[in-house]
């Protein structure tokens, strides 16, 4: 069951001064400004819609870390921390839960490209069954 959206009720009144402007409520535009006011400035989020309610549906947070180029690996593991230590420093449960992905294949030539990929996860640190 997915966790309830809670709605946040904001001024229509911009503030006058900001340090930075975010732009986007969405997963990426939430935690840019979390961590940008946890270093002490001054944040401004603007978001068109409802936070956590636009984009959110059609991204993954960057926590996939199977299948995903290893340009994009280091991040996906970085997320998955991320995601694990905002729980435990805010104390909220973000509904977040760490678990398995699972992929089926009857044909050879992906499941070639799947044993490639599991020898490059193990390489990277990433934990990987064939079954």
């Known amino acids: 069951m997915r966790a309830p959206l809670q709605k946040i009720e904001t001024s229509g009144e911009l503030p006058q001064t900001a340090d930075a402007v975010v732009i986007g409520g969405g997963i990426v535009g939430i935690f840019a400004a979390?961590?940008?006011?946890?270093?002490?400035?001054?944040?401004?989020?603007?978001e068109k819609?409802?936070?956590?309610?636009?984009?959110?549906?059609?991204?993954w947070g960057w926590?996939?870390?199977?299948?995903?180029?290893?340009?994009?690996?280091p991040m996906a593991t970085r997320s998955i921390d991320l995601w694990q230590r905002f729980g435990a420093e805010t104390g909220e449960d973000t509904g977040f839960r760490r678990c398995g992905l699972l992929y089926l294949s009857n044909d050879d030539t992906e499941l070639a490209g799947w044993v490639r990929w599991r020898d490059f996860a193990k390489t990277a640190g990433v934990t990987t069954h064939m079954l």
């Open 63 to 73: 926590c996939r870390q199977q299948n995903r180029d290893a340009r994009e690996l």
């Open 34 to 46: 979390y961590y940008l006011a946890r270093r002490g400035l001054k944040v401004a989020l603007v």
């Open 49 to 59: 819609g409802r936070v956590g309610a636009e984009q959110s549906s059609r991204n």
